[in-house]
């Protein structure tokens, strides 16, 4: 089945610790973002990449990183730099930039 | 910039009643317009799409239509039901990305 998958569901960090959150894509679609969401604000857009080996910083890029490497994959790092971490993670991808997008079953971070 | 208003929640129905969102936006040249629902826990899932002026989207007994003249694209549901009770996102779409709105927890009762 094609779809977007991400990984792990649920996260737990220390404070201090860069942790790395999965996404992978088989749905051959050039266009993928990273959103955080937290309780009554919607999503914000951290990352996006329209294309392999591009990407570009989204609303709340710092204390975050990505890679893209491989069409497939578009891991996010939150690194120890980002001050309040706890949120839930979606990723997305599309077809090209601004077309409706697929989104993944989310990944939980909590900072223990 | 690109934005998207949704009018705020939560709201709350009773099961067969009507439901109403309110989505207004602002945009630069002619975006398509999406509404996405999330249930707890979840990522969210395309509900219903419209590309251009005057396009209605329509899925699952839910309605949209593309207004250019109020710039809107308001929800709307005859009859709700238990399982229709999750957060429902407005979005369009920009050169690059889609932008959201703030998304309306909508809860049916029984």
């Known amino acids: 089945d094609g779809g977007i998958t991400q990984s792990p569901k649920y996260l737990f960090r220390k404070e201090g610790q860069n942790v790395t959150l999965s996404c992978e894509q088989n749905l051959n679609h050039d266009a993928m973002y990273w959103y955080r969401q937290d309780p009554g604000q919607g999503l914000r857009l951290i990352y996006y990449s329209q294309i392999v080996n591009d990407f570009q910083k989204g609303d709340i890029a710092e204390g975050y990183s990505v890679s893209r490497e491989k069409k497939e994959s578009f891991p996010l790092t939150v690194t120890s730099a980002q001050k309040n971490p706890t949120a839930f993670y979606l990723c997305?991808?599309?077809?090209?930039?601004?077309?409706?997008?697929?989104f993944g079953q989310g990944t939980r971070l909590t900072v223990v | 910039g690109d934005s998207v208003t949704q009018m705020e929640g939560p709201v709350t129905l009773s099961e067969e009643a009507f439901l109403t969102i309110n989505c207004t936006y602002t945009?630069?040249?002619?975006?398509?317009l999406f509404w996405y629902v999330q249930y707890p826990g979840e990522g969210l899932q395309l509900l219903l799409k419209?590309?251009?002026?005057?396009d209605k989207g329509s899925n699952k007994g839910f309605e949209a239509t593309y207004r250019k003249e109020t710039t809107s694209f308001h929800l709307e549901k005859g009859s709700v039901q238990v399982s229709d009770s999750a957060v429902y996102f407005c979005a369009l779409s920009g050169e690059y990305k889609l932008s959201f709105g703030a998304g309306t927890t909508v809860t049916v009762r029984a």
């Open positions: 997305a991808s599309s077809l090209s930039g601004g077309r409706k997008a697929f």
């Open positions: 945009a630069t040249g002619y975006p398509s």
């Open positions: 419209a590309t251009k002026a005057d």
